[in-house]
């Protein structure tokens, strides 16, 4: 399985960014999905997953409410839409393919890991 992740870049406080994940290698529809993010001194931290057929969502609560995210099977793409970002949102953020069809919050629990994108939000 290979994952690319794409869309990151700067962005002032209160902006949006869509993040965009392809996954190619093996039948992504059978994959749970996820992203995650690292800022700088940090250990990595969950942010949003969704199952296999796309129909159940899970967020962290310091996103709940402003990150969406949502996948294309027929694309093989995960997407990640954040709006109203925060300085506190700067951090790499990597995409995550577990062999689970439900949602997955637990990082140890993703199979496959993308490069990540860096995203970097200024007040």
């Known amino acids: 399985v290979h994952l690319v992740e794409s869309g990151g870049g700067l962005v002032q406080a209160g902006g949006s960014l869509r993040l965009t994940c392809a996954h190619s290698g093996h039948t992504f529809s059978n994959y749970a999905m996820g992203w995650f993010r690292q800022a700088p001194g940090k250990e990595r931290e969950f942010v949003a997953t969704i199952n296999s057929d796309g129909g159940n969502t899970r967020y962290a609560d310091s996103v709940k409410g402003r990150v969406t995210i949502s996948r294309d099977n027929a694309k093989n793409t995960v997407y990640l839409q954040m709006n109203n970002l925060k300085p506190e949102d700067t951090a790499v953020y990597y995409c995550?393919?577990?062999?689970?069809?439900?949602?997955?919050?637990?990082?140890?629990?993703?199979?496959?890991w993308g490069q990540g994108t860096q995203v970097t939000v200024s007040s």
């Open positions: 995550g393919g577990s062999e689970y069809t439900i949602v997955i919050v637990a990082e140890a629990q993703y199979n496959y």
